[in-house]
């Protein structure tokens, strides 16, 4: 008797990331990539992509997710190539082309993470600058919002009776 494999309703509700075609069937996917989709790429598709602030962590956040993506396939692709304790001992030219190949996305990876943790840094810097802890500031073209030349209502330093921008009469004429 064929064994029936139970859909998983936390998967079955999971954004999909817009390279994985809609043809796809998550069941199809071997069962090495469903564990990583499940237990890797989709929990970071949903910090850094769904959950970025901006667009442009939400872009770097996209490039992560999709490098380490074709990492987990070039993953399983290097473990096919170790099918025995022969072929683990005697590298062929094909799997050092491919480890190489990892190598150059774990790289990539890595420094598109740095810049994601840079942006994340300056955001938190810039927002402890100007006394902030929610999201930035909206931008200038808000109704609201408009730029100004300085404060709103500007203190008196003078007698009550002269508004602040002009000059007072000190001398009492």
Do not use: C
């Not at 099918?83 to 683990?88: D, L, V, W």
């Not at 740095?114 to 994340?120: A, D, H, I, Q, S």
């Amino acid at each position: 008797m064929a064994h029936k494999k139970e859909k998983d309703p936390s998967v079955e509700d999971a954004p999909r990331p817009y390279w994985i075609p809609e043809s796809v069937k998550f069941y199809d996917l071997p069962t090495g990539l469903q564990s990583a989709i499940i237990g890797v790429v989709n929990p970071l598709y949903k910090d850094l992509v769904l959950s970025a602030e901006n667009g442009l962590e939400k872009a770097t956040g996209l490039t992560v997710v999709w490098l380490l993506w074709l990492e987990i396939l070039d993953q399983i692709q290097l473990g096919r190539e170790l099918t025995s304790p022969r072929s683990m001992l005697d590298p062929t030219d094909e799997r050092r082309d491919l480890i190489a190949r990892h190598l150059r996305l774990v790289g990539a990876k890595v420094n598109a993470s740095r810049l994601l943790l840079r942006l994340n840094e300056f955001r938190v810097r810039w927002r402890d600058a100007v006394g902030l802890r929610g999201d930035w500031p909206e931008p200038a073209d808000e109704p609201g919002n408009e730029p100004t030349d300085g404060p709103a209502d500007p203190p008196t330093d003078g007698p009550t009776n002269v508004p602040a921008n002009e000059p007072a009469d000190l001398e009492g004429e």
